[in-house]
């Protein structure tokens, strides 16, 4: 007998299925199974034992007994004493053939069956590492892929024309007559290195077998997209990519721990024979994966359990040239300054514990990125950079250009950092002179400041390199807010996908870092002004101002800190401070007298257009425990509660909701 408990808004499902092992095979048999509807009433049905290639939609993870059996995914729905009480015939007499096929709750450890988007997976304890959180990331990349397909699309479509004028050669009339000779062919090349000869569609108007007309060229479609997710755990996020985007040929999800491949194959199997046509699980070390796959992927997902540093060489050389390298670093105490020398050794660039951390640790990650591309010719064009909750998620191209590459310095920086008054100013790497509109790559000018502080006397701390190159693109952004809105129902957390998107659509995509309204009002002691009145201060000085999505007190602006803190100066003089002891930056700040008169009167251009509409930029959690969640395999002790809910106890290594949470349902399917 198998039963299954589930709470949710959507009610109570079943899954079913028929005996494991030889009993399956020799006889056909009759599946008796229990469905408790929301009143707990237990109503029994007997239908013929199949496989359920669907699972109903189910809005939360739910309990399920399931065999605890590597080789086959099947439900158990065993025969056993039980079901004489319910007038099972078979099970009178009693024998002990059918009691040996009994699967009670006692007996097998308890899978949760969750529901991610349009995929389903089977989850057991800790044992394959899943995060909840985590949806908006996929959420976000299933979104910038679907971008990526549509522009790959359009490429393929404009490279078709480009070899097609080509051939033509220049003395062709470039408007020609509708009457054209046949159509050249070109030649393109399969992924396995046969040369395909391909008939290619005239410059003029067509008219086909109905007698309308064709459009000017006829580009045959692009190659289906191969994507690669190098540590796919459960395969929750390989299995959304397959189901869920259009275009997808294969998706090849790699993991080196078996408990994860064998999950995988269980949700693979689960979600039927159109995942399983095109998701391939394996077993192999990812980075040696990518290193014997060299330029074969369109799309590489790298989305580990801490830092992506390990794999980052291996991933620029595994993708297809104009291919896309999505990576996620969830090692924010590294990133953002705690453990300065880790990031250096792992990064290969020095941070520093500003308020602007979060967007440094994304130019460290990109500019980390670069650095391995470079050494194979390589280069990345960043085209949205995120930092979310508790991390940083970058989305890449990768292009080879020998050329190209010789501008890389002059898109690095280092910082230094005031200790005193964080004020902060750049110093770039390298620079690119022209003479006689020929470029020449030279080392940037410097120092770029003094060894004092201008404002508060106090010395600086050096940081970087970081990216100091734009970290957004705004036509990717545009078009990936367009598209995810469009079909707003495919995603679970288009709220939150939408608030990130709609706040980074609104950064200076040229300025690096942000400056803290409420850090600068500390220095000084001050009430701090509002955000609106600052922001407006700013633009009538001549500069430009917005928000950041990595922090809502964040400010992007290009007006220099001496012009930031003549504005502060303005705000206190009508907003007088305590007096403070002379050698603090804010005493020494506020010692000398503005340059500039602010001038606070409101402005519209300075404010967000967003939040005018009414449109959310920064959301809420939507429940607690949302964040990091131990790592897979880890045995679950008092501590790791915090990070999985109040409702959960650990028993023999497995998560069980506690008993006083449980509802009637769920107590009667442990025989409570």
Same mark, same amino acid.
């Given at each position: 007998?198998?039963?299954?408990?589930?709470?949710?808004?959507?009610?109570?499902?079943?899954?079913?299925?028929?005996?494991?092992?030889?009993?399956?095979?020799?006889?056909?048999?009759?599946?008796?199974?229990?469905?408790?509807?929301?009143?707990?009433?237990?109503? /029994?049905?007997?239908?013929?034992?199949?496989?359920? !290639?669907?699972?109903?939609?189910?809005?939360?993870?739910?309990?399920?007994?399931?065999?605890?059996?590597?080789? @086959?995914?099947?439900?158990?729905?065993?025969?056993?004493?039980?079901?004489?009480?319910?007038?099972?015939?078979?099970?009178?007499?009693?024998?002990?053939?059918?009691?040996?096929?009994?699967?009670?709750?006692?007996?097998?450890?308890?899978?949760?069956?969750?529901?991610?988007?349009?995929?389903?997976?089977?989850?057991?304890?800790?044992?394959?590492?899943?995060?909840?959180?985590?949806?908006?990331?996929?959420?976000? *990349?299933?979104?910038?892929?679907?971008?990526?397909?549509?522009?790959?699309?359009?490429?393929?479509?404009?490279?078709?024309?480009?070899?097609?004028?080509?051939?033509?050669?220049?003395?062709?009339?470039?408007?020609?007559?509708?009457?054209?000779?046949?159509?050249?062919?070109?030649?393109?090349?399969?992924?396995?290195?046969?040369?395909?000869?391909?008939?290619?569609? *005239?410059?003029?108007?067509?008219?086909? $077998?109905?007698?309308?007309?064709?459009?000017?060229?006829?580009?045959?479609?692009?190659?289906?997209?191969?994507?690669?997710?190098?540590?796919?755990?459960?395969?929750?996020?390989?299995?959304?990519?397959?189901?869920?985007?259009?275009?997808?040929?294969?998706?090849?999800?790699?993991?080196?721990?078996?408990? $994860?491949?064998?999950?995988?194959?269980?949700?693979?199997?689960?979600?039927?024979?159109?995942?399983?046509?095109?998701?391939?699980?394996?077993?192999?070390?990812?980075?040696?994966?990518?290193?014997?796959?060299?330029?074969?992927?369109?799309?590489?997902?790298?989305?580990?359990?801490?830092?992506?540093?390990?794999?980052?060489?291996? $991933?620029?050389?595994?993708?297809?040239?104009?291919?896309?390298?999505?990576?996620?670093?969830?090692?924010?105490?590294?990133?953002?300054?705690?453990?300065?020398?880790?990031?250096?050794?792992?990064?290969?660039?020095?941070?520093?514990?500003?308020?602007?951390?979060?967007?440094?640790?994304?130019?460290?990650?990109?500019?980390?990125?670069? *650095?391995?591309?470079?050494?194979?010719?390589?280069?990345?064009?960043?085209?949205?950079?995120?930092?979310?909750?508790?991390?940083?998620?970058?989305?890449?191209?990768?292009?080879?250009?020998?050329?190209?590459?010789?501008?890389? !310095?002059?898109?690095?920086?280092?910082?230094?950092?005031?200790?005193?008054?964080?004020?902060?100013?750049?110093?770039?790497?390298?620079?690119?002179?022209?003479?006689?509109?020929?470029?020449?790559?030279?080392?940037?000018?410097?120092?770029?400041?003094?060894?004092?502080?201008?404002?508060?006397?106090?010395?600086?701390?050096?940081?970087?390199?970081?990216?100091?190159?734009?970290?957004?693109?705004?036509? /990717?952004?545009?078009?990936?807010?367009?598209?995810?809105?469009?079909?707003?129902?495919?995603?679970?957390?288009?709220?939150?996908?939408? @608030?990130?998107?709609?706040?980074?659509?609104?950064?200076?995509?040229?300025?690096?870092?942000?400056?803290?309204?409420?850090?600068?009002?500390?220095?000084?002691?001050?009430? !701090?002004?509002?955000?609106?009145?600052?922001?407006?201060?700013?633009?009538?000085?001549?500069?430009?101002?917005?928000?950041?999505?990595?922090?809502?007190?964040?400010?992007?602006?290009?007006?220099?800190?001496?012009?930031? /803190?003549?504005?502060?100066?303005? /705000?206190?003089?009508?907003?007088?401070?305590?007096?403070?002891?002379?050698?603090?930056?804010?005493?020494?700040?506020?010692?000398?007298?503005?340059?500039?008169?602010?001038?606070?009167?409101?402005?519209?251009? $300075?404010?967000?257009?967003?939040?005018?509409?009414?449109?959310?930029?920064?959301?809420?959690? !939507?429940?607690?425990?949302?964040?990091?969640?131990?790592?897979?395999?880890?045995?679950?002790?008092?501590?790791?509660?915090?990070?999985?809910?109040?409702?959960?106890?650990?028993?023999?290594?497995?998560?069980?909701?506690?008993?006083?949470?449980?509802?009637?349902?769920?107590?009667?399917?442990?025989?409570?």
């Amino acid at each position: 007998m198998c039963g299954l408990a589930a709470r949710g808004r959507v009610g109570y499902y079943l899954l079913y299925h028929s005996l494991l092992g030889s009993a399956k095979k020799k006889r056909k048999t009759h599946c008796h199974f229990s469905l408790f509807d929301s009143s707990g009433v237990s109503r /029994w049905f007997e239908l013929p034992s199949r496989r359920i !290639p669907y699972i109903s939609r189910l809005s939360a993870p739910h309990v399920v007994s399931y065999p605890d059996s590597l080789s @086959s995914p099947d439900f158990c729905c065993g025969r056993g004493s039980k079901l004489s009480e319910m007038g099972d015939e078979g099970a009178e007499n009693g024998s002990s053939s059918r009691t040996d096929n009994t699967v009670t709750t006692e007996s097998v450890p308890k899978y949760s069956i969750l529901r991610e988007g349009e995929a389903d997976i089977l989850l057991h304890g800790n044992d394959v590492f899943y995060n909840k959180a985590q949806v908006v990331n996929r959420d976000i *990349s299933i979104a910038v892929i679907r971008a990526f397909i549509a522009k790959r699309e359009e490429e393929h479509k404009a490279d078709v024309v480009k070899k097609l004028s080509r051939r033509k050669g220049p003395s062709q009339n470039p408007n020609p007559p509708e009457s054209t000779p046949d159509a050249p062919v070109i030649s393109s090349v399969e992924a396995g290195g046969e040369e395909v000869s391909e008939p290619a569609a *005239s410059a003029g108007p067509k008219t086909n $077998a109905n007698g309308s007309d064709e459009p000017a060229v006829e580009a045959s479609a692009a190659k289906p997209v191969r994507i690669l997710e190098a540590l796919a755990a459960s395969g929750l996020r390989a299995l959304r990519y397959a189901k869920e985007i259009e275009g997808v040929g294969s998706v090849i999800a790699t993991d080196n721990d078996k408990v $994860a491949v064998e999950a995988c194959q269980r949700n693979i199997k689960l979600n039927g024979p159109a995942a399983a046509a095109k998701v391939e699980p394996k077993l192999a070390d990812a980075r040696v994966y990518m290193l014997t796959h060299e330029k074969e992927f369109d799309v590489v997902d790298l989305d580990p359990y801490g830092s992506p540093s390990v794999f980052l060489d291996s $991933a620029v050389q595994t993708i297809a040239d104009g291919g896309l390298l999505l990576c996620t670093a969830t090692d924010m105490a590294v990133l953002c300054g705690n453990n300065g020398e880790v990031c250096y050794s792992k990064y290969g660039s020095y941070p520093l514990r500003g308020k602007y951390c979060h967007e440094m640790a994304l130019r460290i990650l990109l500019a980390c990125i670069e *650095s391995h591309a470079n050494r194979y010719k390589r280069y990345i064009v960043p085209l949205i950079s995120l930092s979310v909750d508790f991390y940083v998620r970058v989305f890449v191209r990768v292009y080879t250009s020998a050329n190209i590459i010789k501008s890389t !310095p002059s898109k690095l920086t280092h910082i230094y950092q005031c200790v005193g008054c964080d004020s902060y100013h750049f110093q770039p790497v390298g620079r690119i002179a022209y003479k006689n509109n020929s470029p020449r790559y030279m080392p940037a000018n410097g120092p770029s400041i003094l060894p004092e502080c201008k404002q508060c006397k106090k010395h600086f701390n050096m940081g970087g390199p970081m990216w100091a190159a734009p970290i957004h693109d705004a036509e /990717w952004i545009s078009t990936t807010l367009n598209l995810a809105t469009s079909m707003k129902a495919r995603y679970p957390a288009f709220d939150k996908l939408h @608030s990130i998107l709609t706040a980074v659509s609104e950064e200076l995509l040229d300025i690096p870092l942000y400056v803290n309204l409420h850090n600068m009002s500390a220095t000084l002691k001050c009430t !701090p002004p509002a955000a609106a009145m600052f922001r407006s201060a700013v633009a009538n000085a001549g500069y430009r101002i917005s928000g950041s999505h990595a922090n809502p007190l964040g400010l992007k602006t290009d007006a220099p800190m001496d012009v930031l /803190w003549d504005i502060m100066r303005c /705000w206190v003089k009508t907003h007088p401070v305590k007096v403070q002891a002379a050698e603090t930056p804010g005493s020494v700040i506020l010692s000398k007298e503005p340059e500039i008169q602010a001038n606070f009167t409101k402005v519209n251009s $300075a404010l967000s257009k967003a939040q005018a509409k009414g449109v959310a930029r920064f959301l809420p959690n !939507p429940e607690e425990y949302w964040g990091p969640k131990p790592r897979a395999g880890r045995h679950i002790t008092e501590k790791h509660i915090a990070a999985l809910g109040p409702n959960v106890h650990q028993v023999a290594g497995n998560t069980h909701i506690r008993p006083d949470q449980m509802t009637s349902c769920e107590r009667r399917m442990v025989g409570d």
